[in-house]
């Protein structure tokens, strides 16, 4: 097989589960160039574990985006504006008091 | 398909950049008042104590001032200040024996197994009901997140819930973008396997 026709065969071939897995934050993204993004959708339609491996990334992706869960606390910034008026650090000094 | 990209919405439009490297005091005042809730946030993810996380931010916010005159101008000026925090953080786990570096074992355990390049296991639609008991499912994420070992507690932190972009992430953990990119990915898939048991 010539050099020319093993590239060929290298990108015409479908993806294995574990190229698709490397490649599915820059689908999601939308950084795929269009050959690729065919191909990883060609391995989509075929793999049984794939797609609802795909859908439990992405939902893993957007549970962390919702996850406000940590609460600033009460009197933080004043605190903080305290600390740097008792080292005197300009600017901490009008608010602190 | 495709998930919308963060904002990177980091607030150096906002701020007086040039006044804050004068010293001017009103300049520094409102830095503070803008950024003490995001980089509390980001230290707190780090070292996961309330008390040692308000100090590393104070602590933050007095070496900033001191060494405003280091500031080069090549990347945000929030970005070095949240560097400077990240930075301390480590430090301070690093000082409390908490920097295990045998935890990359782990995150390889919790990567997707393949065979002959396939998925060894079978994957399932999460459950939708379980999905939708939003308090019971803040807290499992809130812990999930809690298991990953700190670098990529960080890149987590800093990628999908602060939304920066992934240079600014880059500067902020003087690593490459490509890094980045590699490390946030490890960090969900394993975040994805930690959270199967209770979705499935």
Redesign the interface.
Known sequence: MTLLKKIRHLFSRSLSCEEANAFIADYLEGRLDPTLRSRFEAHLHMCPACTPFLEQYKQTVELVRDDGQIDVPAGLIEHTLSFLNERRIPGAEGAAS | ???A?PSGASSDSTLDIDAILK???????V???ME??RL??MI??IVQD?DEA?SI??ET??QA?KRLATFRKEAKFTTWLYAIGLNLARASLRKRRRYDMLEEDKMDRLQ?A?E????T??????NPQR?AEQNE???L??AA?AELPPDYRLV?TLR??E?LSTTEVAQVLDITEGAV?VR??RA??A??TL??RY?R
Not at chain 2, 116 to 119: P, V
Not at chain 2, 121 to 126: N, S, Y
């Open positions: 398909m495709t998930l990209s010293g001017e005091p009103r300049a520094f005042e830095l503070v008042h003490s809730p509390f946030r707190q993810r309330e308000r931010m104070q916010f007095l001032y997707p393949f002959s390049g396939m998925h296991e079978k994957f399932d639609f999460w999905l499912r803040r807290n994420v809130h997140i987590i999908d819930i939304e990119r946030l990915h969900r898939l975040l994805r959270l199967d979705f």
